[in-house]
């Protein structure tokens, strides 16, 4: 079969957009959370699990999740589009690297949720 | 004497590291250390490589317009791509370094094929889509609708940019590259073009846009001092306005 260049998939802004936006809800997270941090009470396990046990910060924690998992998922799979050629290994990776995050993912939340 | 005025009435040596490359008689490339002299009047590093070829003739790159017009002249001096009419042979640190722009095939020396960076050109359709029937005179713009056209369409298609991309480096063949998405953008932003959709869905896609990092080497590397970067991030902005 003789090999022809194909593109055209037609997605790449969603993603593109979302890398950007899951971004700036971590960058945000970050600060907050130290801000939280510098200024609160000094850090021990009944002060952190007071604060990571409130609904806000359960919302919000879980929302960075969600964003780092997303924003690594597109990061990952630019990394397999530039460096791995073969379509069969490339796809074998984009599976295992999505099970692996939405993994992640299920186990962090049932970290939160179990504070 | 200052060291301007030394320049102006003396002739120089100046040393230089070649990459040499010749696929009939070659089998693989190497650097071929040469120095020559050259007259005070000799300014331009391609002013020096037209005196080398003199001095052997078997060092083979491309030349034309030796004004920075033409774009042939493209090479990768000291690490860095540029034009050699348009580079100060005295402000490169020697032995100067001449390489072919990185990424493409060698054809010989410094000479590189550039037939898939001609090909995403060409991918974008370079040139005005208008269906209506042509007027009488030019089809006019305002000053600001004009406005938006520079910085876009004095590219020389010298190729700098492109092979200076990592993105280009890993995908040639379906990443259009930071010269033809500059083009691209040149028609995107022409308001007598109307084929605005079209080009965007052309680009719609993981490689042929998307593959952009946005590591701006391209700016760093234009000798003519355009910014791709900058007409790549107002294609992306245009397809968030269309899809949101």
């Known amino acids: 079969m003789v090999k022809r260049i194909v593109v055209g998939a037609h997605y790449g802004l969603k993603d593109w957009l979302a890398q950007r936006i899951t971004a700036a809800v971590m960058a945000v997270y970050t600060l907050l959370l130290a801000t939280r941090l510098l200024l609160g009470p000094t850090l021990d396990r009944e002060v952190?699990?007071?604060?990571?046990?409130?609904?806000?910060?359960?919302?919000?924690?879980?929302?960075?999740?969600?964003c780092l998992c997303y924003h690594a998922w597109v990061g990952v799979r630019d990394i397999w589009m530039d460096y791995v050629k073969p379509t069969a290994l490339r796809l074998t990776l984009h599976a295992l690297t999505l099970l692996g995050?939405?993994?992640?993912?299920?186990?962090?939340?049932?970290?939160?949720?179990?504070? | 004497m200052t060291n301007s005025t030394h320049l102006q009435t003396m002739t120089r040596t100046v040393r230089f590291r070649i990459y040499r490359y010749d696929p009939d008689q070659d089998a693989k490339p190497y650097?071929?250390?040469?120095?020559?002299?050259l007259?005070?009047?000799?300014?331009?590093?391609?002013?020096?490589?037209?005196?080398?070829?003199?001095?052997?003739?078997?060092?083979?790159?491309?030349?034309?317009?030796?004004e920075g017009v033409c774009g042939s002249d493209a090479m990768n001096i000291n690490g860095k791509n540029g034009?050699?009419?348009?580079?100060?042979?005295?402000?490169?640190?020697?032995?100067?370094m001449l390489r072919p722009l990185p990424g493409l095939p060698v054809i010989r020396d410094l000479i590189v094929d550039m037939t898939q960076f001609?090909?995403?050109?060409?991918?974008?359709?370079?040139?005005?889509?208008?269906?209506?029937?042509?007027p009488e005179?030019?089809?006019?713009?305002?000053?600001?609708?004009?406005?938006?056209?520079?910085?876009?369409?004095?590219?020389?298609?010298?190729?700098?940019?492109?092979?200076?991309?990592?993105?280009?480096?890993?995908?040639?063949?379906?990443?259009?590259?930071?010269?033809?998405?500059?083009?691209?953008?040149?028609?995107?932003?022409d308001t007598r073009d109307q084929a605005t959709?079209?080009?965007?869905?052309?680009?719609?896609?993981?490689?042929?846009?998307f593959r952009c990092h946005t590591i701006m080497n391209c700016v760093d590397a234009c000798p003519k001092g355009l910014n791709p970067t900058k007409a790549i991030g107002k294609i992306k902005e245009m397809m968030v306005r269309r899809a949101v």
């Open chain 2, 83 to 96: 034009l050699a009419c348009l580079t100060d042979i005295d402000s490169l640190k020697q032995p100067i």
């Open chain 2, 137 to 189: 005179r030019e089809r006019l713009q305002s000053p600001e609708q004009r406005e938006e056209l520079n910085g876009l369409y004095e590219c020389i298609l010298c190729a700098c940019c492109s092979t200076a991309c990592p993105s280009f480096w890993w995908n040639p063949d379906k990443f259009v590259g930071p010269a033809g998405l500059l083009a691209a953008y040149r028609f995107i932003a």
């Open chain 2, 197 to 209: 959709s079209e080009r965007l869905d052309n680009l719609e896609d993981p490689y042929r846009l």
């Open chain 2, 31 to 37: 650097m071929q250390d040469i120095s020559v002299e």
């Open chain 1, 101 to 115: 995050l939405v993994g992640c993912a299920g186990w962090a939340t049932r970290i939160l949720w179990s504070i």
């Open chain 2, 39 to 66: 007259e005070p009047t000799d300014r331009k590093l391609l002013d020096a490589i037209v005196k080398l070829k003199a001095l052997d003739d078997s060092i083979s790159f491309r030349r034309s317009c030796r």
């Open chain 2, 118 to 134: 001609f090909k995403q050109y060409h991918s974008i359709q370079p040139y005005l889509i208008n269906h209506d029937h042509p």
């Open chain 1, 48 to 66: 952190w699990r007071g604060l990571m046990s409130g609904t806000i910060m359960r919302f919000l924690t879980f929302l960075f999740i969600v």
